[in-house]
């Protein structure tokens, strides 16, 4: 797990490849930790115990007509759930990024979108344990 904590927000616990949009570039939460890419978190990797856990799939029903993605205090999350059909064609974890090329099939660009139109989606939880 990776926990990320704030003076501005709720302490925020996360699966280490849980896609987080950085700088315009989808990358897994564990990498934008270890990279000191998180500015505005004190971000830790830790084994814990999570009773429930959530892993949200935005607009799954219109694939390619959103971000499929959602901010969950100020950080752009990945929203394609477990959909195989999001997941394939917006490969934004290493295993489907794997998967894609194995397969030999263009994904989609890396989508970097305005905080804006992400807040669109705004959902308060994903991959994510909310502790207060």
Not at 6 to 33: C, F, I, K, N, Y
Not at 72 to 81: Q, T
Not at 110 to 127: D, H, K, N
């Amino acid at each position: 797990m990776v926990v990320l904590r704030s003076d501005a927000h709720a302490e925020l616990v996360g699966t280490r490849d849980h896609p987080v949009l950085v700088d315009g570039v989808w990358m897994e939460l564990e990498e934008a930790v270890v990279g000191g890419l998180l500015r505005d978190f004190n971000g830790t990797l830790e084994t814990r115990h999570v009773e429930s856990f959530f892993n949200l799939e935005v607009d799954g029903h219109m694939p390619g007509q959103s971000t499929h993605s959602y901010v969950v205090n100020g950080l752009v999350a990945s929203g394609n759930g477990d959909s195989p059909v999001l997941n394939a064609r917006f490969p934004r974890q290493k295993a489907w990024q794997a998967k894609t090329a194995e397969a030999g099939c263009a994904a989609d660009a890396p989508l970097a979108i305005p905080m804006a139109a992400a807040a669109r989606g705004l959902m308060t939880a994903g991959s994510w344990e909310m502790a207060f």
